[in-house]
């Protein structure tokens, strides 16, 4: 059974930094790529970052130069480093694996992570 589990997430003010992390029960090899997804009250859910198994990476415009993805194929676990953090930041984060269309699998939502930026 595949499973992601988010951690990190919490309070920072703004301009401050997390890491966030996604350990899989799985082998994330398996998947043709892993990504970080969040969720805005209010909002749809919209996609972060991607990094396919042999290391390329992806960000939306929104975060492109702030926000870092990476994986440790050894430990199953897929991390997103986010610095300059903004109050639009805010939002339940969460990490799933891609396929090459660029899609998340709807089966393997997890709880997610949340994150609050404000002062």
């Known amino acids: 059974q595949v499973q992601f589990v988010e951690s990190g997430g919490g309070l920072v003010q703004p301009g401050g930094s997390l890491r966030l992390s996604c350990a899989a029960s799985?082998?994330?090899?398996?998947?043709?790529?892993m990504g970080w997804y969040r969720q805005a009250p209010g909002k749809q859910r919209e996609w972060v970052a991607t990094?396919?198994?042999?290391?390329?990476?992806k960000y939306a415009d929104s975060v492109k130069g702030l926000f870092t993805i990476s994986r440790d194929n050894a430990k199953n676990t897929v991390y997103l480093q986010m610095n300059s953090l903004k109050p639009e930041d805010t939002a339940v984060y969460y990490c799933?694996?891609?396929?090459?269309?660029?899609?998340?699998?709807?089966?393997?939502w997890g709880q997610g992570t949340q994150v609050t930026v404000s002062s």
């Open positions: 799985v082998s994330i090899l398996s998947f043709y790529a």
């Open positions: 990094i396919k198994s042999g290391g390329i990476t």
């Open positions: 799933n694996a891609v396929n090459s269309w660029g899609t998340a699998n709807s089966d393997y």
